[in-house]
Antibody, heavy 118, light 107 residues
Framework: EVQLVESGGGLVQPGGSLRLSCAAS????????MSWVRQAPGKGLEWVAN????????YYVDSVKGRFTISRDNAKSALYLHMNSLRAEDTAVYYC???????????WGQGTLVTVSS | DIQMTQSPSSLSASVGDRVTITCRAS??????LNWYQQKSGKAPKLLIY???SLQSGVPSRFSGSGSGTDFTLTISSLQPEDFATYYC?????????FGPGTKVDIK
């Protein structure tokens, strides 16, 4: 069974930093692209970033470019999102998702809440 | 970026009703269209990929159709567990983008 478990969320002040983690199990992690998707309170879904199987390619939504960094450790089956210069508008539940070969996001974690507020 | 729209934004329906949700892309996305279901407080769940392929384990009352710019999700006979918000998402180009969602609630 595929499992994705996010951690690392919490309350942070504007301008602060946070690192989210996603622990993967139940599949060969190194064989899949992985994504982060967020959802602001009461709002819809927004894709944030994704990373190639070997970490060699990374893509970001414009609103986080230069502030967020996606990374992975295939030996640990772990996905990360390093978030710097956080803004109030980054407040959201952050989900990690497995990118399927058919280009959908086939499996999702339960999410971790990031709140940016003073 | 490709913009996705959905209609209606919400609908009220009864158990047993046939429900259709429409999704439109701002440019052609071939069949790179996925549908997700999200229940309150839960993570999204993939229902349909490639516009019309049913994800493993998803009941056959869910179906998808369309190509190019216009797509539909149909629930043939609404069940109590289907009351949720439904999102379409294009995977044709980066960044992948979602529609604003359609909330299906009880009439």
């Amino acid at each position: 069974e595929v499992q994705l478990v996010e951690s690392g969320g919490g309350l942070v002040q504007p301008g602060g930093s946070l690192r989210l983690s996603c622990a993967a199990s139940g599949f060969t992690f190194s064989s899949y692209w992985m994504s982060w998707v967020r959802q602001a309170p009461g709002k819809g879904l927004e894709w944030v970033a994704n990373i190639k199987k070997d970490g060699g390619e990374k893509y970001y939504v414009d609103s986080v470019k230069g502030r967020f960094t996606i990374s992975r450790d295939n030996a640990k089956s772990a996905l990360y999102l390093h978030m710097n210069s956080l803004r109030a508008e980054d407040t959201a539940v952050y989900y990690c998702a497995r990118d399927s070969a058919d280009t959908s996001m086939s499996d999702w974690g339960q999410g971790t809440l990031v709140t940016v507020s003073s | 970026d490709i913009q996705m729209t959905q209609s209606p934004s919400s609908l009220s329906a009864s158990v047993g009703d046939r429900v259709t949700i429409t999704c439109r892309a701002s440019q052609s996305i071939s069949s790179y269209l996925n549908w997700y279901q999200q229940k309150s407080g839960k993570a999204p769940k993939l229902l349909i990929y490639g516009a019309s392929s049913l994800q493993s384990g998803v009941p056959s009352r869910f179906s998808g159709s369309g190509s190019g710019t216009d797509f539909t999700l149909t629930i043939s006979s609404l069940q109590p567990e289907d009351f949720a918000t439904y999102y379409c998402q294009q995977s044709y180009s980066t960044p992948p983008t979602f529609g604003p969602g359609t909330k299906v609630d009880i009439k």
